[in-house]
């Protein structure tokens, strides 16, 4: 096509938020179906959310906190509420697929759009990978505490090992199989249909859930309060520390906001979900470091592994509560990986529509009606990633393309309540404009405490991105031609 506007002006224009409805409503052909109830989709935000983090962050940051990690759960809990509530505001105006991506295409522009898409890539490609390194860990210690059976090392490791963030060859395995089959599993499940995805998702969630209320219980009969005596032996500067490390086992609330074209009533049921999604996540968080912390001496938190499953063991005498735990990890694992293969997807497909990206990533298959193509695509990427890369290198860049999602959306609300106040919503963020500004400045502060090398490697990456856009996106934009709104 040949290309007349000028490249400033392609950087700069914004996709009119009655160009997001319309796609919805008159796509034409095969579209996405709206599949997913209120419950699913609020347990899309969970399952995304509750992960392996809750299984082990009390080990590592109890040791720092004492008793008042309770507090740090909370803190932590607040900064990624005070984002949940800006996507909340942000889904119920712009109800479409494309989360943090498609916002700020509203609102900040194409170019900036663009390089949030690619941070996004950060958080669900790469994010992806590692969690199934960790699941693959996981499963393999279940089956030797059941069965006895344990998988040859070169099947369970990836050959490449990270010196600090360089990658060599030098690992003692030729590929991470379990890894590279539960991503081939989750693609198997998502290309079968949305609605068939989200209710396995919904079963593992309310099964991980289910685990979590027994360890609840079992953990509170052995309660003792002088337990969490000191309280807070490390002062605030020890609750702030936590509070910093804890933030990211809140990430995965916006993943919901990835699903807006396969929702039913996505206006009101977005919101909604978000909010009682964070809910259920905070809760389950307190209780379960609550019940912890009473049910054995803070000193026992240090560098103990698989800690939930030793207080359960300790307390009731019983390997089988701690097995039941133990697969409990297994199965929210899955879920995550499941969840996040799926936003990813999404925000692609959101891309594609709007010729960011080559069409096979919106195509859709006329049978399930889902991005069959896009589906495989990025599974075999994050599978290859999975079996063949360590997860050691992985966790800041998904860190950094979180909180820079996060920032992107807090901005995006404050603009459109200023360009577009007369503009439906389904859920406004109270105390405006201080939530928002609050969000923004936690997350700016959370992003100046990574380390230096993902500023570096984070740069590297949308250079790439960068490139691609002015050679490609640009010029393929569905925005050409487009009057402004």
Same mark, same amino acid.
């Given at each position: 096509?040949?290309? &007349?506007?000028?490249?400033?002006?392609?950087?700069?224009?914004?996709?009119?938020?009655?160009?997001?409805?319309?796609?919805?409503?008159?796509?034409?052909?095969?579209?996405?179906?709206?599949?997913?109830?209120?419950?699913?989709?609020?347990?899309?935000?969970?399952?995304?959310?509750?992960?392996?983090?809750?299984?082990?962050?009390?080990?590592?940051?109890?040791?720092?906190?004492?008793?008042?990690?309770?507090?740090?759960?909370?803190?932590?809990?607040?900064?990624?509420?005070?984002?949940?509530? @800006?996507?909340?505001?942000?889904?119920?105006?712009?109800?479409?697929?494309?989360?943090?991506?498609?916002?700020?295409?509203? &609102?900040?522009?194409?170019?900036?759009?663009?390089?949030?898409?690619?941070?996004?890539?950060?958080?669900?490609?790469?994010?992806?990978?590692?969690?199934?390194?960790?699941?693959?860990?996981?499963?393999?210690?279940?089956?030797?505490?059941?069965?006895?059976?344990?998988?040859?090392?070169?099947?369970?490791?990836?050959?490449?090992?990270?010196? !600090?963030?360089? #990658?060599?060859?030098?690992?003692?395995?030729?590929?991470?199989?379990?890894?590279?089959?539960?991503?081939?599993? @989750? @693609?198997?499940?998502?290309? +079968?249909?949305?609605?068939?995805?989200?209710?396995?998702?919904?079963?593992?969630?309310?099964?991980?859930?289910?685990?979590?209320?027994?360890?609840?219980?079992?953990?509170?009969?052995?309660?003792?309060?002088?337990?969490?005596?000191?309280?807070?032996?490390?002062?605030?500067?020890?609750?702030?520390?936590?509070?910093?490390?804890?933030?990211?086992?809140?990430?995965?609330?916006?993943?919901?906001? &990835?699903?807006?074209?396969?929702?039913?009533?996505?206006?009101?049921?977005?919101?909604?979900?978000?909010?009682?999604?964070?809910?259920?996540?905070?809760?389950?968080?307190?209780?379960?470091?609550?019940?912890? #912390?009473?049910?054995?001496?803070? !000193?026992?938190?240090?560098?103990?592994?698989?800690?939930?499953?030793?207080?359960?063991?300790?307390?009731?005498?019983?390997?089988?509560?701690?097995?039941?735990?133990?697969?409990?990890?297994?199965?929210?694992?899955?879920?995550?990986?499941?969840?996040?293969?799926?936003?990813?997807?999404?925000?692609?497909? +959101?891309?594609?529509?709007?010729?960011?990206?080559?069409?096979?990533?919106?195509?859709?298959?006329?049978?399930?009606?889902?991005?069959?193509?896009?589906?495989?695509?990025?599974?075999?990427?994050?599978?290859?990633?999975?079996?063949?890369?360590?997860?050691?290198?992985?966790?800041?860049?998904?860190?950094?393309?979180?909180?820079?999602?996060? &920032?992107?959306?807090?901005?995006?609300?404050?603009?459109?309540?200023?360009?577009?106040?007369?503009?439906?919503?389904?859920?406004?963020?109270?105390?405006?404009?201080?939530?928002?500004?609050?969000?923004?400045?936690? @997350?700016?502060?959370?992003?100046?405490?990574?380390?230096?090398?993902?500023?570096?490697?984070?740069?590297?990456?949308?250079?790439?991105?960068?490139?691609?856009?002015?050679?490609?996106?640009?010029?393929?934009?569905?925005?050409?031609?487009?009057?402004?709104?």
């Amino acid at each position: 096509m040949t290309n &007349t506007t000028p490249l400033v002006q392609r950087i700069l224009r914004k996709k009119p938020v009655r160009l997001f409805h319309e796609q919805a409503i008159n796509a034409g052909g095969v579209q996405l179906r709206r599949h997913i109830s209120l419950f699913q989709l609020t347990m899309l935000g969970v399952g995304a959310t509750i992960g392996t983090g809750i299984f082990f962050v009390l080990s590592e940051q109890v040791p720092t906190a004492g008793p008042a990690v309770l507090i740090s759960f909370l803190i932590a809990g607040l900064a990624a509420g005070l984002t949940a509530l @800006c996507y909340a505001e942000m889904s119920s105006m712009i109800p479409v697929s494309g989360s943090s991506y498609s916002y700020a295409y509203a &609102t900040l522009g194409e170019g900036v759009a663009f390089m949030v898409a690619a941070c996004l890539m950060l958080e669900y490609g790469v994010s992806a990978g590692a969690v199934a390194v960790g699941w693959s860990e996981y499963l393999h210690n279940l089956l030797m505490v059941t069965t006895g059976l344990e998988l040859p090392r070169a099947l369970l490791h990836a050959p490449l090992v990270a010196d !600090g963030y360089a #990658l060599q060859f030098g690992g003692d395995g030729l590929i991470n199989l379990p890894a590279a089959v539960l991503v081939f599993l @989750c @693609c198997f499940l998502l290309t +079968a249909g949305t609605r068939e995805s989200a209710r396995v998702n919904a079963i593992m969630v309310v099964l991980k859930l289910a685990v979590l209320v027994m360890f609840i219980l079992i953990a509170f009969s052995a309660f003792d309060g002088q337990n969490l005596a000191p309280f807070a032996p490390h002062g605030f500067a020890g609750v702030s520390a936590a509070a910093g490390s804890i933030f990211f086992t809140f990430i995965g609330l916006d993943a919901v906001s &990835t699903a807006g074209d396969e929702v039913k009533d996505p206006r009101r049921n977005l919101p909604r979900a978000i909010v009682l999604a964070l809910i259920i996540v905070i809760l389950f968080y307190l209780l379960v470091a609550l019940a912890a #912390l009473g049910s054995q001496p803070q !000193g026992a938190f240090d560098g103990q592994e698989a800690g939930l499953a030793v207080i359960l063991h300790n307390v009731t005498g019983s390997p089988i509560p701690a097995v039941i735990l133990s697969a409990g990890a297994v199965i929210s694992v899955f879920s995550v990986t499941l969840v996040v293969i799926y936003s990813q997807t999404r925000i692609l497909y +959101a891309m594609s529509r709007d010729g960011m990206l080559p069409k096979v990533f919106s195509r859709l298959n006329p049978q399930t009606q889902t991005p069959t193509a896009n589906t495989v695509i990025v599974s075999c990427v994050i599978a290859a990633i999975a079996a063949f890369l360590p997860s050691d290198v992985l966790w800041d860049l998904t860190s950094m393309g979180t909180l820079t999602a996060f &920032t992107v959306v807090s901005l995006g609300v404050i603009i459109l309540r200023y360009r577009r106040p007369d503009a439906e919503r389904g859920f406004k963020v109270p105390l405006f404009p201080a939530l928002p500004i609050l969000s923004i400045l936690s @997350c700016l502060y959370l992003i100046s405490n990574l380390p230096g090398i993902v500023f570096r490697l984070t740069a590297i990456w949308l250079v790439l991105a960068a490139a691609f856009y002015l050679f490609y996106s640009s010029r393929n934009s569905a925005l050409e031609g487009v009057a402004a709104e």
